[in-house]
């Protein structure tokens, strides 16, 4: 697995090293071993996935209150998308910072998210899946988020938003 730093404090994008054959190939998309080398959270204890019907549907910018912080491993693994994080700790160096990137079932690019950050995307295909690995169980009553269009951030969004729930409409810029 090969990392490269995204520029935010303690976000990697994962490139899985395939090993090709005749049948096809073999990739590792996880390791508790080179994960703790690269002082990485190695704990995974739940997985979710969601699937998207219509292009430019957008979902987000969520995250787990303290203390119910969450790392996060994003996946897509159909379609694709327009992942994106933001650094809402406020003693980084990178706070208010945000970073988007595609990931596709094509690429295969794992995304690591650590905890502080919220978390979003839009799809850019129709019939879109992701794939999360999550370090710590979801706790309904400290999930928040922050408006996906909030201009401190100044988010770029590829494409039109369709699509997107209420409740993510809802959310209040950061203050």
């Known amino acids: 697995m090969k990392f490269t730093s995204l520029g935010l404090n303690g976000s990697y994008l994962i490139e899985p090293t395939q090993i ?3 049948r096809g190939y073999f ?3 996880f390791c508790r071993q080179k994960f703790q080398e690269m002082g990485l959270n190695p704990h995974l204890d739940q997985c ?3 699937f998207n019907h219509k292009k430019g549907t957008l979902r987000g910018m969520h995250f787990q209150k303290h203390p119910h912080g969450e790392v996060k491993l994003v996946r897509c693994t159909q379609g694709s998308i327009y992942d994106v994080i ?3 700790r406020p003693e980084s160096a ?5 970073k988007g990137v595609i990931l596709s079932s094509v690429n295969r690019h794992i995304l690591y998210i650590p905890e502080g950050f919220a978390h979003g995307f839009q799809t850019l295909e129709d019939n879109s899946e992701v794939f999360y690995q999550i370090s710590s169980p979801f706790v309904p009553e ?3 988020g922050v408006r996906w269009d909030d ?3 100044g988010i770029t969004w590829p494409t039109e938003v369709s699509i997107i729930s209420s409740k993510d409409q809802q959310y209040a810029d950061l203050l």
């Open 20 to 22: 090709a054959d005749e």
């Open 27 to 29: 990739a590792r998309t």
């Open 48 to 50: 979710s996935f969601s």
């Open 86 to 88: 933001i650094d809402l």
């Open 94 to 98: 990178t706070y208010k910072q945000w």
């Open 142 to 144: 400290s999930a928040s």
């Open 151 to 153: 201009p401190q951030f």
